[in-house]
């Protein structure tokens, strides 16, 4: 056997509870659900579906253990479970002779999840891809796949990264990152937490019910890699690996709520985005110091051009 149960909750790699340790690793343990004796596979490259509309925010994909074996969970967009509110990811750590999940929450700031670079404004501490100004979501086009056509906040701020970028999915052990919570980060363990909504559960039980996804079977590189809505596994917003086979119909997943899931829409060529992608070249977080770029809206595809702020 390769796992040991140590402080399951409800059985479910999403699963938040609290729990604070010493362990050199993860000095914060927040919601240790499963250890593993083998290592998660690398991050499979993969490109950003476009965001489905305001008020949606990337939570991005992770390898959970199931019926022995690692299966993708793919990134999809979330709303928040409340405004101001954003998401820290899961991430496996190595401790007590095992690799341990440490389960993702949603706060008011961003924790510690590992040091891993997942990608797409997660780049191994804080997030980069948006903010919170008042009541709405701003959103870093820098960092996000954002249709031409689509009428949300944006700013623009560059995004640059000062450490090797790394396809390492876990923290600690033979070959993981060697990243320690900071200050800001554990006080953000001590902060209010919500448990994942009630779509990423689903979400990750639609993943873990679906062959492909197993990393027996996708060796790595999975066929369904993001999707535009949490539990949509099929249909536009599907992207899948680098390196992936098709995926075939036969396990394919419903959305959650056809008839509230505003549809994705894909913009003209012309204002087409290439989200980096996972496990390439992401950008690190913003240097200290910049004021806040100016918000904008994004504007209709045969509207006048854009305006976006820079900073530098």
Not at 60 to 87: E, I, N, R
Not at 253 to 273: K, S
Request: net charge neutral.
């Amino acid at each position: 056997m390769y796992f040991r149960r140590t402080l399951v909750l409800a059985a479910l790699s999403l699963t938040s509870g609290v729990l604070l340790s010493g362990t050199a690793g993860a000095a914060i343990d927040i919601g240790i659900g499963v250890s593993v004796n083998l290592a998660p596979p690398v991050l499979p490259v993969y490109e950003q579906p476009a965001v489905p509309g305001p008020g949606y925010l990337w939570a991005p994909g992770y390898w959970a253990w199931g019926d022995s074996d690692y299966y993708w969970v793919p990134g999809t967009w979330v709303m928040a479970p409340q405004p101001g509110y954003l998401w820290t990811p899961g991430y496996w750590g190595w401790g007590d002779g095992a690799y341990l999940w440490h389960g993702g929450y949603w706060g008011a700031h961003v924790g510690f999840y590992g040091g891993v670079n997942y990608g797409f404004g997660y780049v191994g501490t804080g997030y980069a891809g948006g903010e919170w100004r008042g009541g709405a979501f701003f959103y870093n086009r820098s960092v996000n796949n954002i249709p031409g056509n689509l009428q949300i906040n944006v700013y623009n701020r560059t995004v640059v990264n000062n450490v090797a970028v790394s396809r390492v999915s876990f923290n600690g052990g033979n070959g993981g990152i060697a990243a320690q919570p900071s200050a800001a980060e554990m006080a953000a363990a001590h902060e209010r937490h919500l448990p994942p909504v009630g779509e990423q559960v689903q979400h990750e039980q639609v993943a873990r019910a679906n062959p492909q996804l197993r990393a027996s079977v996708n060796h790595g590189a999975p066929a369904i890699a993001a999707t535009a809505h949490a539990g949509a596994f099929t249909g536009p917003g599907v992207v899948g690996a680098k390196g992936a086979a098709p995926t075939g119909p036969a396990h394919a997943a419903a959305p959650l709520h056809p008839a509230a899931t505003p549809p994705v829409t894909t913009p003209p060529a012309a204002h087409q985005y290439k989200a980096p992608p996972q496990g390439g070249p992401a950008p690190g977080a913003p240097g200290a110091g910049h004021p806040p770029a100016a918000p904008e809206k994004g504007a209709p595809p045969k509207g006048p051009p854009e305006k976006e702020e820079h900073e530098h």
